[in-house]
């Protein structure tokens, strides 16, 4: 079939041709942003799953929803070795530009963006000065000067609270809303999680409509929780996971007919068996079938021809680049994990199989943590934050 035709589409946060399964999601979402329009208290969300599960594209979604209702909306992809202060400022910055044109007194905005301009400059100096501010060149367009002693004492919990009462305060006077949506939120420095938090938290208590998205790995809100421990009502917390029958299906069979394809029952059958699922090996394999197969309907016949392809692009791309960033030592942690299961595994078993002490290989797991490999999923327990990440790693020589 013509490859210029394939509706699929697997990729890092790229949106399929039919988002299929998240209603649910999608409702909750739209009942927040009703609320908070209405001026009800509203708690900010929380989206979790493993990796290929469509979490980037649903946090995309629930953004457009926001522009939709003329919120100001910014964007943010949150990294372990980075602060977000500066991220957060340029998003800020982006939700109250979209905002700004309908405000109808320009002073107030420019008010606002000083204090955006002084809290993106504040921050300890980095190079041992302490309680020393530091200023940077962060110059996003912004003419007004910085302003001073709003949101610029260099604590970020003090600031960022300050921040987000502030931007709040503008989205009222047009009587909209912003929304800051952050991927990866796991990624977050601590200190920096718990700052956040307490901002929200404040946020909740004055009802400013000013709502936080985050999106990350199914240990974040043991994350959030140990960073305060009332963020457990902080926020609404959804968890997605691979599709069922009926859903997956649907993500195949909706695209395929808009371009005059169908499926046989046995074809998607094989699929499903496949994808097992999973939103982006959906994607994944329903790409490589359209490519290979002659006609429609795609058969059961042309799932077996074009799968052997399919799984050497997944080995490469999905699986093999995250195997490659990983240390020798970090490889053989992986490895005694698979040897053990698909299901989460006890660390003293890992460190069993690898016949060493559970103290010795406590770098190599914080290493595979830190690198987004695999995550806590409780005390003592670890598992991949990729699917059938195991069932490949036993795939591969030793």
């Known amino acids: 079939m013509d490859p210029v035709r394939n509706p699929y589409a697997p990729g890092a946060g790229q949106r399929p041709p039919e988002l299929a399964g998240?209603?649910?999601?999608?409702?909750?979402?739209?009942?927040?942003?009703?609320?908070?329009?209405?001026?009800?208290?509203?708690?900010?969300?929380?989206?979790?799953?493993?990796?290929?599960?469509?979490?980037?594209?649903?946090?995309?979604?629930?953004?457009?929803?926001?522009?939709?209702?003329?919120?100001?909306?910014?964007?943010?992809?949150?990294?372990?070795?980075?602060?977000?202060?500066?991220?957060?400022?340029?998003?800020?910055?982006?939700?109250?530009?979209?905002?700004?044109?309908?405000?109808?007194?320009?002073?107030?905005?420019e008010e606002?963006?000083?204090?955006?301009?002084?809290?993106?400059?504040?921050?300890?100096?980095?190079?041992?000065?302490?309680?020393?501010?530091?200023?940077?060149?962060?110059?996003?367009?912004?003419?007004?000067?910085?302003?001073?002693?709003?949101?610029?004492s260099g604590d970020l919990e003090i600031d960022l609270t300050e921040l987000f009462v502030d931007a709040a305060s503008v989205a009222t006077d047009v009587g909209a809303g912003i929304g800051l949506f952050v991927d990866e939120m796991q990624d977050i420095p601590a200190d920096d999680v718990s700052a956040l938090c307490a901002a929200c938290h404040e946020l909740s208590q004055v009802g400013g409509p000013l709502i936080v998205v985050g999106a990350g790995l199914p240990h974040l809100p043991a994350v959030l929780s140990a960073s305060k421990s009332y963020s457990e009502?902080?926020?609404?917390?959804?968890?997605?996971?691979?599709?069922?029958?009926?859903?997956?299906?649907?993500?195949?069979?909706?695209?395929?007919?808009?371009?005059?394809?169908?499926?046989?029952?046995?074809?998607?059958?094989a699929l499903y068996g496949a994808a097992d699922g999973y939103p982006y090996f959906v994607q994944a394999y329903a790409k490589v079938v359209w490519d290979v197969a002659p006609d429609t309907p795609i058969t059961a016949d042309d799932i077996k021809v074009a799968a052997p392809e399919a799984e050497?692009?997944?080995?490469?791309?999905?699986?093999?680049?995250?195997?490659?960033?990983?240390?020798?030592?970090?490889?053989?942690?992986?490895?005694?994990?698979?040897?053990?299961?698909?299901?989460?595994?006890?660390t003293a078993a890992v460190a069993d199989e690898l016949g060493r002490k559970p103290s010795s290989l406590s770098p190599a797991r914080d290493g595979l943590i830190k690198k987004g490999l695999i995550y806590s999923a409780e005390r003592g327990l670890v598992a991949f934050t990729v699917p059938h990440f195991g069932k490949f790693l036993r795939s591969q020589p030793a």
Do not use: C
């Not at 929803?65 to 943010?76: E, F, N, S, V, Y």
């Not at 859903?247 to 998607?268: C, G, I, K, N, Y």
């Open 22 to 109: 998240r209603d649910r999601e999608l409702r909750q979402f739209e009942v927040v942003l009703e609320r908070v329009a209405r001026g009800r208290p509203e708690r900010s969300m929380i989206v979790t799953g493993l990796r290929g599960v469509g979490k980037t594209v649903l946090l995309n979604a629930f953004r457009s929803m926001a522009i939709q209702r003329l919120w100001g909306t910014g964007k943010i992809e949150a990294r372990p070795d980075q602060s977000i202060r500066r991220p957060v400022a340029s998003a800020l910055h982006m939700a109250v530009r979209e905002l700004a044109p309908r405000h109808r007194a320009p002073d107030r905005i």
């Open 112 to 152: 606002f963006l000083g204090v955006l301009k002084a809290f993106a400059q504040a921050g300890e100096e980095p190079s041992g000065g302490r309680g020393k501010a530091r200023v940077h060149r962060w110059q996003p367009g912004i003419d007004v000067p910085a302003a001073r002693g709003r949101a610029d």
């Open 233 to 269: 009502r902080l926020f609404r917390y959804a968890r997605i996971d691979r599709l069922d029958r009926e859903s997956a299906d649907h993500a195949l069979m909706a695209p395929a007919e808009r371009e005059q394809v169908t499926f046989t029952p046995e074809a998607l059958d």
């Open 312 to 346: 050497s692009e997944l080995a490469v791309g999905f699986f093999g680049s995250r195997y490659e960033r990983a240390t020798p030592a970090e490889r053989d942690y992986m490895r005694a994990m698979a040897m053990l299961g698909d299901e989460p595994v006890p």
